[in-house]
């Protein structure tokens, strides 16, 4: 797959004008209460009475009941610090559209956090059958933990100019099934944390991270069945660690610079239905990018570089073991928007792919210490110019010269 911008740009306007309230929204509603320019709110303010549909927090609370049928939003956030403990307690929608929604309010919305009210937790529970499960929208250090959102016709969660926002112990799953929507959207967030989460069977893309989506951590997480791509990622100085991406269109496709993906596990990447998808990692633009230390088994391409969106420069792909791709384990290539300048490949080992193990089309590429076995044509197919390292080796594959352009 490649970071389609038409893709890209339909996904953010969706959400925008969601988030606007604007109607012009296909197949859905405007998304409920707080007006993000005044900070007022329809909903009665929560004192002493008991928890109900569109109920404005603004104190530490703990919910005793679900919230079912809720014909706007379930609860509006209203001050800094607050704890919502839905207490494994449910809050869902009547699945209804608010036809009354202003321009400038934000309706059918699980949770939502619109005024920028920091350092929020929302926690141990679920949320369900909203237009979005969650917004947190300019509220920086919010922390949703144990919570699921789930079956919300667009995102489960959108995050928006809310800096070091962290979801942990959480599952965001089947949600924008028919509207071909994330799990989660983040824009123009710095320092996300997302750490032991299920992101999975949503519209199209698990995560879709971008515009800013800069110094975020996503570790020890699983993202699977994800039709389109398990993560799109494009930032800077990002870190992708100890995942698992699972039967996912593209296992993940990163833009940007000195971004670190290391130690994940990429399982049966094996393309979607226009047939533009099947990379388990795809590095696409940007500079100065680290792939290390992956586990890839039955992908279409094991790891691919390519400039998609402008200048590739500088990866380094390091110590990654390739299994089974059914076209190539690794391949490098010069097809498309900018250069790619200064590629390192090192140490790795690709065995079984259903052409070559590695195929690099561009001379700027340094080749060295590599193991490439029993793949159905080269070990290792480099045009000519390309650097060789030394110390490649290659056996077994089906075409008897083993290597072309460095030598094993």
């Given amino acids: 797959m490649t970071m389609r911008p038409a893709i890209r740009t339909v996904l953010v306007l969706t959400c925008a004008l969601a988030i606007a309230g604007s109607g012009s929204v296909a197949a859905g509603p405007a998304i409920a209460g707080p007006n993000p320019a005044t900070g007022t709110v329809r909903a009665t303010h929560l004192a002493s009475a008991p928890l109900s549909c569109g109920s404005v927090v603004t104190v530490d609370t703990v919910l005793h009941a679900d919230l079912i049928d809720c014909p706007d ?216 990018n680290l792939v290390i230390g992956n586990l890839i088994r039955r992908a279409f391409w094991g790891i691919h570089l390519d400039a998609f969106t402008g200048l590739l420069a500088n990866t380094t792909v390091r110590g990654n073991l390739v299994r089974d791709a059914s076209n190539d384990g690794i391949v490098v290539n010069l097809e498309q928007v900018g250069p790619v300048t200064g590629t390192l490949l090192d140490q790795n080992r690709v065995f079984g792919s259903g052409d070559d193990g590695i195929d690099v089309n561009t001379e700027d590429t340094t080749v060295r210490r590599n193991v490439a076995n029993q793949n159905s044509d080269l070990g290792i197919e480099a045009v000519a110019g390309v650097s060789d390292g030394g110390g490649n080796r290659a056996a077994g594959n089906g075409n008897p010269l083993q290597c072309t352009g460095v030598n094993c």
Avoid at 73 to 102: K, Q, T, Y
Avoid at 158 to 164: C, E, K, L, S, T
Avoid at 178 to 202: E, H, K, L, M, P
């Fill in 73 to 288: 939003n379930g609860l509006v956030v209203g001050a800094d610090g607050v704890r919502i403990d839905l207490n494994g307690h449910r809050i869902s929608s009547d699945n209804a559209v608010n036809e009354h929604c202003g321009a400038d309010d934000v309706c059918d919305v699980g949770i939502v956090n619109s005024v920028g009210y920091r350092n929020v937790v929302i926690e141990n529970g679920s949320v369900s059958d909203f237009a979005v499960g969650v917004l947190v929208e300019g509220a920086p250090e919010n922390r949703i933990s144990h919570l699921t959102m789930s079956q919300s016709l667009f995102s489960g969660l959108i995050i928006v100019d809310a800096n070091r926002t962290r979801i942990q112990h959480s599952t965001v799953n089947a949600n924008g099934l028919t509207t071909d929507q994330a799990g989660i959207d983040v824009f123009a967030s710095a320092g996300t944390r997302i750490d032991y989460d299920v992101v999975s069977g949503n519209g199209d893309i698990g995560l879709f991270a971008v515009e800013g989506s800069d110094s975020s951590r996503i570790e020890h997480s699983v993202f699977a069945d994800n039709p389109e791509t398990g993560m799109i990622l494009e930032g800077s100085g990002n870190v992708v660690g100890n995942n698992g991406f699972v039967r996912n269109g593209d296992g993940m496709a990163v833009a940007g610079d000195r971004n670190v993906i290391s130690g994940n596990h990429v399982t049966d990447t094996l393309g979607c239905d226009d047939g533009e998808c099947g990379n388990a990692i795809s590095i696409e633009g940007g500079s100065d």
